[in-house]
Every structure is written in C-alpha cells, then in structure tokens.
C-alpha cells in the first residue's frame, strides 16, 4: 500500500538525517539547534520522491540515499531561512515553533547556512557515487536551489507582496521556487537509476506539473486546513496579502487547474514508458493531501 511505502521510505530518511547530522562534531546547544528543524519532521516529499524514481528503474536503492538525504536538507534550510522576520516571518513550522522563535534569528541563519553546504559535503564524500555521478547530483542541486533556481523563486514571492499577479506569473514564481528542486529530485533518481535521456526529459516535464498541483495544494490548504493537521496557521497567505490560485481564480477554479495539471502529469508520465506506477499513486496522494 502506498501510506505504508510513504511511512517507511520517511522513518528510513528519518533515521538516517538524525544518525548523520548527529556525527557531527558540534557543541552541544548548537547541535540541538541544527537537529531542532530536522525533528520537527515534515513529509520528506523530495527525498521520497527521489528513492521511488530510482526505485522505478532498480532495485537496491543505496546509491540515491545521499543525494537524498542532501535534498531534505537543502529543503529544510530554505524553510528555516523563509520563516525569519525578514523573509516571511512565520511563527510555526512543521507543527512546532520555528527555529529562530526556538533559539534565535542568528543561530536560525547558521543552521541554515549550515544545512546547505553541509548538503554539497554529503554528496561529495559519498562512497556509493562515481565522480561523474556526484558532478551531475551537484550540478542539479545547485542549479535549482541556486540563483536561476529557488533563490529568484523566493525573491519575486516576496516582492510579489502586495501585488495582484496573474495566473501566468504565479505559475513562474512557483515553477523556481517549489518545482525545480522537485524536478532535481525526479532528474537525480532518474539518472541514478539508469534512465535514458528521453525518460528524464519525460520525468522532469511530470515533475513540473507535479510542483504546480504540490503548490496549487498548498494553497487550497491554507484557505480550508487545519492548523492542528498542517502544523502552521491556516490563512497566512491572505493575512499577508499574498497572491494564491484560490485568491487569483476562486477556490473551485483552482481545484479544477490542480485536477487538470494532474492528469498532464499522467499524460507526462505515461510518455516516459516506465511501468512502476509508484510515482503516480504519488502525485495521487501529495496533490490531494491535507496537510
Ligand atoms: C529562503 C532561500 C529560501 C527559499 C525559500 C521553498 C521556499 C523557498 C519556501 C517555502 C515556503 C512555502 C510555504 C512554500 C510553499 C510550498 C512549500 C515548499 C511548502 C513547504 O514544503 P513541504 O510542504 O514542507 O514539503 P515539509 O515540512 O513537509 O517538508
């Protein structure tokens, strides 16, 4: 069942970003810090979706751990950074305090920092990673997390504040912001895997759409969620005067775009001809989550 594939494929990442950051040579109160936001949880959704697209074209699924485990991390440093007061400000995270509420804004900045690069150090030292492998899972990670990639993604969301943006333009800030460092995660397991150039190609275009209907998800959540189930305050985007789908094109309309992404993600998928259909039972469950 797909629940239990999630649970287990998230318990297994758990497990190893703990083992992994708690090697680590830090003083104490600085290591409760830099474990305090990896704790918190979160749905690993990128490290998950990286292992089930290697996991589409091979078994043992050792090689793509450390890319993985590297996403998360670059993941959960951009959550850090986005929650302090100069960015969007954000209280609560993954259903605690955030970081710089915790400890502080500057132990918050060093963690961040911290997380990234110690990401790059993860992938460079791998022992399961050709040279060749690692320059690809480098180059794909810091090409999305970069400045053509999540970095312009935050500033235009942030500079989008106060603006009514079109359909079109929210589109462009959410394909930098959230997709590209989906689609490295698909383009890395699938290249790990063994995938053909055309297969990625196929992957990556199933990777965006599966970032729009991801974010398109977000926001229908922040309208209708619930704090106790998605660990931060419901209607945090309008609070903010954020631009969303539900506030561009109403609630109905914005599930009925969310629904028409999914099925060109199908339609992106088949094209690949890969048979596993884990990743779409994935796009299932991510696109109609409540949390
Ligand atoms: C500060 C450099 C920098 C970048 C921030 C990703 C990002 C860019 C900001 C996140 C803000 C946000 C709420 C975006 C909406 C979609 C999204 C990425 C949500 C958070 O990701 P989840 O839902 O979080 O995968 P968990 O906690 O489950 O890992």
Do not use: C, W
Not at 16 to 40: C, D, H, T, W
Not at 196 to 203: D, G, H, K, R
């Amino acid at each position: 069942m797909i629940e239990q594939y999630i649970e287990n494929k998230q318990m297994y990442i758990n497990n190893l970003l703990m083992e992994r950051l708690n090697q680590l040579n830090l003083p104490q109160g600085f290591k409760e810090a830099v474990l305090y936001s990896i704790e918190a949880g979160g749905k690993r959704l990128r490290p998950v979706l990286m292992l089930a697209t290697y996991e589409a074209f091979q078994e043992k699924n050792d090689k793509v751990i450390e890319p993985a485990l590297a996403l998360e991390m670059i993941h959960t440093y951009s959550l850090i950074h986005d929650d302090l007061p100069a960015m969007d400000d954000d209280d609560f995270r993954r259903g605690k305090e955030t970081l710089h509420r915790k400890f502080d804004e500057a132990t918050a900045i060093l963690v961040g920092d911290g997380l990234l690069t110690q990401a790059f150090h993860v992938v460079s030292t791998s022992s399961m990673l050709e040279a060749e492998e690692k320059i690809y899972i480098i180059q794909q990670l810091s090409q999305s997390a970069g400045l053509e990639g999540m970095i312009t993604g935050q500033h235009l969301d942030l500079k989008a504040e106060d603006l009514q943006l079109t359909e079109r333009e929210l589109n462009d800030i959410h394909q930098l912001k959230t997709g590209a460092i989906i689609r490295s995660a698909l383009k890395i397991g699938a290249y790990l895997g063994g995938a053909n150039p055309p297969q990625i190609e196929s992957l990556d275009e199933f990777g965006q759409y599966l970032g729009l209907v991801f974010q398109i998800q977000d926001d229908i959540l922040d309208v209708e969620g619930d704090m106790a189930v998605i660990g931060k305050p419901v209607g945090s985007d309008e609070e903010r005067n954020k631009s969303t789908y539900p506030q561009i094109l109403g609630l109905e309309e914005a599930v009925k775009i969310k629904e028409r992404y999914m099925d060109a993600a199908k339609t992106k998928y088949k094209e690949s001809g890969i048979e596993q259909p884990i990743l779409l039972d994935l796009l299932d469950i991510f696109g109609n989550r409540q949390s």
